[in-house]
């Protein structure tokens, strides 16, 4: 036999493969006998970029300075456009779009992990930086 393999049994194992098979899809013989095992060069699998699967995470909550004490808060986006109370200083305030947001919280789609993100990330694809995998923090 030379040249592309012309179909028929294998002669390693006798299952029936179809012409111009390289191996045979039982045993992995090679069919084709100009070839050796090092002549059939295994290209490198390099992932493309645009396929990573990314998946969306939107804010779970915001970190905000209270502007009674300037102490740090972590509030759920459940409680948006509603007065609430400073845990340091009892100061009741506004919880609106109006006041700064020094970071917003999320947790991660791949791995659950909570991930803590300045504002100017918002819109970005990034990294978890527990899992490695791919997000797109979206606007709420």
Known sequence: M???WP???CPQCGDDMPPRVVHCRNCRALLNDE???DSVEI???NPLPEIDVIAAAS???HYVLCSGCQEELRIHRKYK???VQCKHCNHLFNYSAAIETK????PCPHCSEELRAA???MGHKVACKHCNGHIQLMPE
């Open 81 to 83: 456009g509603m007065k």
């Open 7 to 9: 179909g028929g049994p």
């Open 43 to 45: 290209p490198t699998f």
């Open 59 to 61: 804010p779970k909550g």
């Open 119 to 121: 504002p100017k990330y």
């Open 2 to 4: 030379t040249g592309a």
């Open 35 to 37: 070839l050796t095992e």
């Open 103 to 106: 970071a917003f919280y999320t």
